[in-house]
């Protein structure tokens, strides 16, 4: 699955401009791998199987770690004394800035696979062009991640092939999951004004490249499983400037309740 660098062979230094850029991207990042994790992390004790509910489990904790630091290193751009718990914890809804795909609900796990698997078909490639960056920082960060992807991605990828060309009934599960969320899947390859001028400065990948690899790897993915990719389809856009679904209120009820009511809790 490696492919080319979509980063320029020699990207310049990041600017004080660029660097203040970075700021709600990295945001954007971390509220992405937090908002996934906890849907993730909702299957708990509710799997199909032990084996798969252990694997989504470890899937939620691989993309927490990721989020931690990505808002410690957010925390360190702001420069503000905010804390990653209080980025995570205290920000309302309109605040986050994770594409719509990753905040709807599981629904049954035809679902929950078809979300991951659009979602690691672009973080997979993502990271392993984040990791060449000039950005110090968000290259370790990418580094670490992208070992961690690279099973999300054959998870994922492996539960479609099963799916798709497994029993009538994991078929049709399938193909209605596909529906249901593939309208959600361009925002994630379409750049908001702050990922243009991060790209135009060399400090992020081209999200035009980046798309050709998340739609090579689904068409494979896809002809194994033998489903149809949906053309035509019209894409959902506003997560990343956001503008959500009502789902992300009610996540954030759930996940910011403890830290809202006893603020400043400590273990």
Known sequence: MM???????????????TQAQLLPFVLQLADTSLILAHRLSEWCGH????????????????????????????AELEGKGRTEDDLAYL??????????????PNGDFAHTIVRQFIYDA??????????QGP????????????????????WSSEWVIRLGDGTDESRQRIEKAIRNLWRFGGELTTSTSTEQALQ????????TALRQQMEAHVARVFEEATLPVPEGVFMQQGGKD??????????????????????????
């Open 3 to 17: 492919t080319d660098s979509t980063m320029p062979a020699h990207a310049p230094a990041a600017t004080p401009e």
């Open 135 to 154: 950005d110090a920082q968000l290259a370790a960060i990418a580094e670490k991640s992208v070992k961690e992807a690279a099973y999300h991605i054959k």
């Open 122 to 131: 672009f973080h997979y490639h993502l990271l392993l062009q984040l990791q």
């Open 242 to 267: 956001g503008r959500h679904s009502e789902h992300l209120g009610y996540l954030l009820a759930e996940l910011q309740y403890l830290q809202r009511t006893y603020p400043g809790l400590q273990w």
């Open 47 to 74: 799997g199909p199987i032990l084996e798969q509910d252990l694997a989504m489990a470890n899937i939620a904790l691989d993309l927490l770690g990721e989020a931690r630091s990505y808002y410690q290193y957010a």
């Open 200 to 207: 135009a400065a060399g400090l992020v990948p081209n999200y």
């Open 91 to 104: 920000r309302p809804a309109v605040e986050y800035r994770n594409p719509l795909l990753v905040e709807q």
